[in-house]
């Protein structure tokens, strides 16, 4: 039963995260800021843990990219902030380690492993730092987004798990 619960959570995190983007999103130099898939990685985080978050990220980016609403650039982004957000909070169980590991997730790593894939496989030139200010302000409202909402989800999940 707990896998159902999981699965079917992950499914609704997946569309929350491709309907948000439709809707709240603002660009931001050469990127596109698009926080609610921060805020999803954050809250799925405190959750669902590291796992499923990840999958979650992947699972946003590659409907995103196959509606039209998004670039390459959300994998690496969504993908490694997620990660990070799930690990941190897996070690220090607060929400704040969860929101830390996302921001640096996203805006320090994930836009370092975007600049091969924006050269590469977008035939971008862009320099190591051009995602940097995109994806910072990005991962910072969405974890701002999540920490708003975080408290009444993780005692509703709580009591209904």
């Known amino acids: 039963m707990k896998k159902t619960k999981d699965l079917t ?33 954050v809250i799925s985080a405190v959750i669902l843990g590291p796992v499923p978050t990840v999958i979650i990220a992947f699972g946003i980016g590659l409907v995103r990219n196959a509606l039209g609403l998004g670039t390459l650039l959300a994998f690496p ?7 990070l957000a799930g690990l941190f909070y897996r070690y ?6 969860a929101v830390i590991g996302e ?6 790593l994930g ?17 190591v730092f051009a995602f940097v200010p995109g994806f910072l302000i990005s ?13 009444k989800l993780k005692t509703y999940y709580e009591r209904k798990r």
């Open 9 to 41: 959570l992950i499914a609704a995190f997946i569309a929350i995260g491709v309907v948000g983007a439709s809707f709240l999103w603002f660009p931001t130099g050469v990127a596109q800021a698009y926080p609610v898939q921060h805020a999803i990685n």
């Open 77 to 83: 982004g969504g993908m490694v902030g997620a990660l």
């Open 92 to 97: 220090r169980k607060k929400t704040s380690s």
């Open 103 to 108: 921001v640096f997730g996203t805006a320090i």
């Open 111 to 127: 836009s370092l492993i975007s600049v091969p894939i924006a050269r590469v496989v977008m035939g971008t030139n862009a320099g």
């Open 139 to 151: 991962s910072v409202t969405g974890a701002l987004i999540a920490t708003l909402v975080i408290p």
